[in-house]
């Protein structure tokens, strides 16, 4: 089921470099930074599907995550709150998670 992320990730790819100025044209917005973030968020997604258990593929997950918020809803040119919410975010989540999974409680 997996294999279809890439499967997805290719066909925007693909789209974005080889049709981009109609792209543009059909939209009225320069979309070739937002279909790229939504090609790697998509790579970094099917990552993470496949190695739950790696906390990088988390990690790397949401730093894509938070370059598509960034492309789609903020300005990408500026380090905003933004990127410092999702820096404690992800900080938050990574070692909660994964210092749990590591480090399992024993029953006592």
């Not at 066909?11 to 090609?39: E, H, P």
């Not at 993470?48 to 598509?68: D, G, T």
């Amino acid at each position: 089921m997996h294999k279809y992320i890439l499967y997805i990730a290719t066909f925007i790819i693909l789209a974005n470099y080889l049709f981009w100025s109609q792209i543009n044209k059909l939209v009225g917005v320069n979309c070739f930074d937002k279909l790229q973030a939504t090609f790697i968020m998509l790579l970094c997604l099917f990552v993470f599907l496949n190695f739950r258990k790696i906390w990088i593929s988390f990690f790397l997950f949401s730093l894509s995550l938070n370059n598509l918020f960034d492309e789609m809803f903020f300005n990408p040119l500026v380090f905003g709150l933004n990127e410092i919410l999702f820096a404690i975010f992800i900080t938050i989540i990574t070692v909660v998670r994964y210092a749990v999974q590591e480090h399992p409680r024993r029953n006592d």
